[in-house]
């Protein structure tokens, strides 16, 4: 089956601008994590739906940062008014039974110039 | 001080060599243990799973878990070159939870 998709899988944008990344989870996957792994670094978690319940924004890193996802589908990230430091790759898992089952997408390259 | 501490390498070996990987936390409460691999431009790939202390074999990888010392490990035996890569190691409090991860370790076999 298809796996975690993710789109633009390439994103330039000028700083300012506002970016919108979407994520497509494998069917049936109740949880979906957004993390962002900058050059060189390891993941960072930014936020966390499961089902119906509050998402965990705890890692979002400013309120320029946003996410959304309607049930248990796609989700969007979307960053306003971007920064230098927001250049990143920016990735998607989804998961049913928990953190050893987050199947992660490729992952969009955004880049702030 | 970061929750996860991984030695970012690069670590180059010769193929056939026993690589060992490491990693320090610091968060009592994780439970959880993965090792994910990564290969250029590819999202990560879960390799080994382990929850709470001891060790869980598969094929040619270890994974190892001291909670007492907050360390953990992977070993991965008879090093081919395809499992050039970066290896991250990830922890959690609990199923269903955030991730914590290391740096990641860029790992290079050569033939």
């Known amino acids: 089956g298809a796996g975690v998709s993710q789109s633009p899988s390439n994103k330039v944008t000028e700083k300012g601008k506002d970016v919108e990344l979407r994520c497509d989870p494998i069917?049936?996957?109740?949880?979906l994590y957004w993390y962002r792994q900058r050059l060189g670094q390891g993941l960072e978690f930014l936020i966390y739906?499961?089902?119906?319940?509050?998402?965990?924004k705890s890692g979002l890193p400013s309120d320029r940062f946003s996410a959304e996802r309607t049930g248990e589908s796609v989700s969007t990230l979307t960053i306003q008014r971007t920064q230098q430091e927001d250049s990143a790759v920016y990735l998607c898992?989804?998961?049913?039974?928990?953190?050893?089952?987050?199947?992660f997408g490729p992952g969009t390259r955004l880049t702030v110039t | 001080q970061k929750e996860v501490e991984q030695d970012p390498g690069p670590l180059s070996v010769p193929e056939g060599a026993i690589v060992s990987l490491n990693c320090t936390y610091s968060?009592?409460?994780?439970?959880?243990f993965m090792w994910y691999r990564q290969y250029s431009r590819k999202g990560p790939e879960l390799l080994m799973y382990?929850?709470?202390?001891g060790n869980k074999e598969d094929g040619r990888f270890t994974a190892q878990v001291d909670k007492s010392s907050k360390y953990i490990s992977l070993f991965i035996r008879d090093s081919q070159p395809s499992d050039s890569a970066t290896y991250l190691c990830?922890?959690?409090?609990?199923?269903?939870?955030?991730?914590?991860f290391g740096q990641g370790t860029e790992l290079s076999v050569k033939p």
């Open positions: 382990t929850y709470s202390s």
């Open positions: 898992a989804s998961s049913q039974y928990g953190p050893r089952e987050q199947y």
């Open positions: 968060n009592s409460a994780f439970q959880y």
């Open positions: 069917s049936g996957h109740t949880a």
């Open positions: 739906f499961q089902g119906n319940s509050a998402p965990d």
């Open positions: 990830a922890m959690s409090e609990n199923q269903g939870g955030k991730l914590i």
